[in-house]
């Protein structure tokens, strides 16, 4: 893309009788990493076997990775949201790796869909709150502290709850276009030095090494977004503070 405003160019506009949904640069291939999702989890959910092959092995230990996460960050009472973090990390994972092949569109690098997920996963976690903890869960807001300090650490205590939304979303788009700006800078170099024969062998390497790097950054990524939520959760399930 040559324009950050190109994510919003109308590809296909479809009219379904009553409502009218443009499909954008950035929903096509975000709809289509959902159906990908869903049908590798019914694939998945189908397919295993009593004796595990080498791919359902590796499966078995990503359900049992995440699966300790949600123990370790809340706990029993987070069991029940365990298909929420896993979707999304499996979610957010294919559309990191995905990025990474060639002429592969980084969509977590678009601020405005990452902090569409964010925004909607926060507001979701503060009802889940106010369910299960009515009004008292807006303690969490009212810090202890002497009188005279309490309105100023409340407006602290509110803008700091709000901006976790900002920040979750922030945290991953940032970290993959830096990435991604910076495997297109080296291949760029890469290219002016592939004159001679060992530079190109050495800029090869080198740029073999980053996309490594961004390999672990793919899987990092998700594991950040993934765990944040779950503390956020905890939060919510436990009351605040």
Excluded at 7 to 27: E, G, R
Excluded at 126 to 152: A, K, R
Excluded at 206 to 216: H, N, P, S, T, Y
């Amino acid at each position: 893309m040559f324009s950050p405003l190109e994510q919003f160019d109308i590809i296909l506009d479809w009219n379904f009788i009553f409502y009218h949904v443009p499909f954008t640069n950035l929903l096509i291939p975000m709809s289509l990493f959902i159906m990908l999702v869903l049908i590798l989890m019914r694939w998945f959910n189908e397919h295993f076997t009593l004796i595990p092959s080498v791919f359902q092995m590796q499966i078995e230990n990503v359900v049992k990775f995440i699966f300790n996460l949600v123990k370790q960050q809340i706990g029993r009472e987070g069991y029940v949201y365990f298909p929420l973090i896993f979707s999304l990390f499996t979610f957010i994972l294919i559309m990191n790796l995905f990025s990474l092949l060639p002429f592969g569109l980084a969509l977590t690098s678009h601020i405005i869909m990452i902090m569409w997920l964010s925004i909607s996963i926060c507001l979701s976690i503060f009802f889940i709150g106010l369910l299960l903890h009515n009004v008292q869960f807006l303690y969490i807001f009212i810090p202890e502290c002497p009188f005279i300090l309490l309105p100023m650490l409340i407006l602290i205590e509110v803008f700091s709850y709000v901006i976790r939304a900002f920040s979750l979303a922030i945290r991953l788009s940032a970290n993959i276009m830096a990435g991604h700006t910076l495997v297109h800078i080296v291949a760029s170099f890469v290219l002016l030095i592939s004159i001679k024969l060992i530079g190109f062998v050495l800029g090869f390497f080198f740029l073999f090494a980053i996309l490594l790097l961004e390999l672990g950054v793919a899987f990092l990524q998700a594991y950040v977004f993934c765990v944040l939520v779950s503390i956020y959760l905890n939060d919510a399930i436990k009351g605040g503070h």
